[in-house]
């Protein structure tokens, strides 16, 4: 076995490029040999019982130096699901065991509801979901669950048979994985006081839109894409469905987020005029 400072480096890298030292040494790997590759500077020193290569994941690093686990907001933002904003402040869990140096880490204490492996450093998403809930408003956090189903993270069934507590329960009641962005998730959840159907993601003529209200009225929502070629589809797209008797209303994300009274006024006065109904 090839026991130089770079076989330790790489070895590090190999499994993520941050790990306990008794990792490496179980591996095979000798005290010695470690100390090594701290010496000539391949592998850094980042906490006590914890070793990494130079350039390592720095929320992970962060995490292995304070004691804590990446989880919240910020693991959600790193796991590629929809965020409403991304904290300046990171979010974290208290891993369940050891003790948490000082930091400006928001760090949640909830029980997870898959357990952590000792050596983890960043939540699972079931985990990440869990502290979502506890830390977001409702319409946020749902942003979140749907986010993590619609891209295949999670199965609906599997999801509903955790053992969730507080939002969470009521999340996973009422989640779907049906939503394509956050944007529409905040869309439906705050017009669902409207009583009439909502649906989202609905084919009309061989064209996908992102919600129907009623049996007429399309709601397109714009994302940061909708530009250049894609606005000059959405243009045509727009002008076919009111050829064939929809009425449309396109919305931006800037309107969803920031001025929903807006969107709401205009959704409420289309339903007023019975532009929803056939």
């Known amino acids: ?10 070895h590090v890298a190999a499994l993520g490029g941050i790990v306990r030292s008794t990792r490496v040494i179980s591996d095979g790997f000798s005290r010695h040999h470690v100390a090594r590759a701290i010496e000539v500077g391949l592998v850094n020193r980042v906490r006590r019982g914890w070793i ?20 919240c907001v910020t693991a959600a933002a790193r796991q590629g699901l929809w965020v409403t904003r991304t904290p300046h402040t990171p979010h974290a869990a208290y891993p369940g065991r050891g003790r948490v140096a000082e930091t400006a880490a928001v760090v949640h204490w909830q029980r997870p509801v898959v357990p952590r492996h000792p050596d983890a ?9 869990m502290t979502v809930a506890s830390c977001l408003p409702y319409e946020e956090a749902r942003a979140v669950w749907d986010s ?3 891209r295949g993270l999670l199965d609906v069934s599997a999801l509903r048979r955790l053992p969730w507590t507080g939002v969470a329960r009521r999340l996973a009641e009422e989640v779907t994985p049906w939503t394509d962005s956050g944007l529409e998730t905040l869309f439906i959840v705050r017009l669902r006081w ?6 989202v993601q609905i084919w009309i003529e061989g064209h996908r839109v992102d919600v129907l209200i009623g049996e007429r009225l399309v709601v397109q929502i714009d994302g940061a894409h909708h530009v250049g070629a894609q606005r000059t589809a959405d243009i045509r797209h727009d002008a076919d469905l009111m050829l064939q008797g929809y009425h449309v209303i396109r919305v931006s994300y800037e309107q969803v987020v920031h001025r929903w009274h807006e969107v709401q006024d205009r959704i409420m006065r289309a339903v007023a005029q019975g532009l929803h109904r056939g």
């Not at 076995?1 to 790489?10: E, R």
């Not at 290569?53 to 686990?69: E, Q």
């Not at 409207?194 to 649906?199: C, E, G, K, Q, Y």
């Open 194 to 199: 409207l009583p009439v159907p909502i649906r």
């Open 52 to 71: 990494a290569v130079p350039g390592a994941d720095p929320d992970l690093l962060a995490a292995a130096r304070y004691g804590v686990v990446v989880s």
């Open 148 to 150: 993590a189903l619609n």
């Open 1 to 10: 076995m090839d026991a130089s400072p770079q076989a330790v480096a790489a």
């Open 121 to 129: 450093l960043e939540d699972p998403v079931e985990n990440v979901l």
